[in-house]
């Protein structure tokens, strides 16, 4: 580390970091995982899924949010932090109707990965059943809602990636949805191409290309060749869903 750089303590490990950087993007770039499921390297980000909540003293803030700070105390791989992620993910799973058998991004999945990963054995909670309207619309690629974690990936990614503003996020709370920016809302309508970022970088099973599923092998998917805390799983994610998209 060059002497003028500044450093933050992370679970007892020094993380260097320039003025600017958040502590999501410091500790990635220092190849030590925070858990996340809205970050994207190179996207801008909006601090939508809370898993990469993080402690400094007392106070609770998202990693891929708050700015690095010289000689802040950051705790992240605590049991309380493990427990909150893992509820957080249990909520994810009951809001929405993640029927992993049943999923084409089964194996390939961050979420159900992220599952995994911290240790959730149940659902904890109600199930919720929602019944929010497939877009089936689009020749290539497919929009399940009710497989949506309103990540925003895919608003940011056809935003900033692909310039488009094919979707947004309308409603608030429980009437949160992903809408398609066309004349009719529907995805056919819309500029979206399988090519964009914005078809490939959904983390879940809800942004789908179609006619190229369970074409990977069980024991070759992602997360049974990879684990989600493995630094630059995104990169592997992408190309995974790129030779989907070229497949088509
Ligand atoms: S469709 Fe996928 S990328 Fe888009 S908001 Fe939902 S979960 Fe995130
Ligand atoms: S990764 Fe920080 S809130 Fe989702």
Redesign the pocket.
């Known amino acids: 580390m060059p002497t003028d750089q500044q450093s933050f303590t992370l679970d007892n490990c020094k993380i260097p970091f320039s003025p600017g950087q958040t502590i999501m993007d410091a500790a990635l770039a220092a190849k030590t995982y925070i858990p996340h499921l809205c970050h994207f390297p190179g996207i801008s980000p909006q601090g939508n899924c809370k898993l990469c909540t993080v402690k400094i003293g007392t106070r609770q803030v998202a990693a891929c949010t708050t700015l690095a700070e010289p000689d802040i105390v950051v705790e992240s791989e605590i049991q309380e932090l493990t427990d909150a992620r893992r509820a957080l993910t249990q909520m994810l799973f009951i809001e929405g109707n993640h029927i992993c058998p049943s999923c084409e991004k089964t194996g390939n999945c961050s979420l159900q990965a992220m599952a995994y990963h911290l240790g959730m054995e149940d659902n904890h909670f109600p199930q919720f059943f929602p019944q929010r309207e497939v877009d089936a619309s689009h020749p290539q690629i497919w929009l399940d809602r009710d497989r949506?974690?309103?990540?925003?990936?895919?608003?940011r990614a056809s935003q900033e990636a692909d310039g488009k503003h094919v979707?947004a996020i309308a409603g608030r709370g429980l009437d949160a949805q992903?809408i398609v920016n066309s004349s009719s809302g529907k995805l056919a309508e819309s500029d979206l191409a399988p090519e964009d970022l914005a078809a490939r970088?959904?983390?879940?099973g809800?942004?789908l290309i179609k006619e190229v599923g369970y074409q990977t092998p069980i024991g070759q998917r992602i997360f049974d060749q990879h684990k989600i805390d493995e630094i630059g799983l995104e990169q592997v994610i992408l190309a995974h869903n790129t030779t989907a998209t070229r497949d088509e």
Do not use: E, G, R
């Open positions: 949506c974690i309103l990540c925003s990936l895919c608003v979707f992903l970088i959904c983390p879940v809800a942004i």
